[in-house]
């Protein structure tokens, strides 16, 4: 619009009446949305902007898509926009992300982040996984001092598939039969003292010293001290690979160990499982084939560590995948 006609049509607003206004209100609100997120795009990758095909870092601008700016690498000549090569390039209604962005905050389960934000809850779903897609690669590079690490155990789960590879289970949430099984997903957690947390689905049944090296062995400091419980694994681990190693035989119900420094037990990591359980309840049961998404985003959450729209999308989006 003009610059005259708007200025004309904006001194009319003063003569609307109140539901006039709100309908005003209610037509900008998604471009409200939309300008919120552009900016906030803008503002995470500004300042270490580089073309997602040559890592070129000079670029111009050239024109506009999608409400986005698209620019140009002087190097390779490809056109990019800031999310190109992110899972959230392509991805419609932008209008409704930055809402979208705090019911993932709010650990919204599908349903009521879909009637909360306005979208279908298929779009619901899609979005939470594309959302998430990367979020699960921000991890600590290191975890020092002592680690605790202890496995816990979901029912492993295949809703949303079409076709199973076992009879379906009638009601629900039991395994058939008792103690660790291959009806069960282990999820390894590794936490230091500070805080600092890994965790890793290794599959069905039980962890194995194999399963360690794979996953905890690259975050380990060589100078770590392993903190387990009497399961083997880790002490063929530790061996293996030289780290320092203490057990605690929970089975004998040694709870804590006063070492010569701090105390030895698996309390913390033990906690961050409590944690965990509780907050997948309202989930009611999460596919397998998932689970490494949801531990990423309660990982974002613990302990109010994302606690912005802004941070969480700074991880959706800038987090450097191996
Ligand atoms: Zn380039």
Known sequence: MQSPHFEEWFAALGLLNAPQRKQVQQALLPAAGLDQIIALIDKIRAPGRRCPRCAGARCHRHSQANGLQRFRCCACGRTFNDLTGTPLARLRLKGK?????????????????????????????????????????????????????????????QKGSRKLDRPARKRGGRASRRGISRELDCILVARDRTGQTINAVTGRGAVTATHLTQHLLPKLDPQALLVSDGHGAYRTFATRHGIAHEAVNLRAGERVRKGTAAAIHVQNVNAYHARLRQWLTPFRGVASRYLPNYLGWRWALDMGRVTTIEQLLGIVISVIHI
């Open 97 to 157: 992300w930055c809402d979208y962005l705090t019911a993932l905050l709010d650990s919204l389960p599908v349903r009521t982040a879909a009637k909360r934000v306005e979208v279908h809850r298929n779009t619901a779903f899609r979005w939470r996984h594309r959302f998430l897609d990367w979020v699960k690669f921000d991890r600590p590079e290191r975890l020092t001092g002592i680690v605790e690490a202890d496995e816990m155990f979901l029912l492993e789960s």
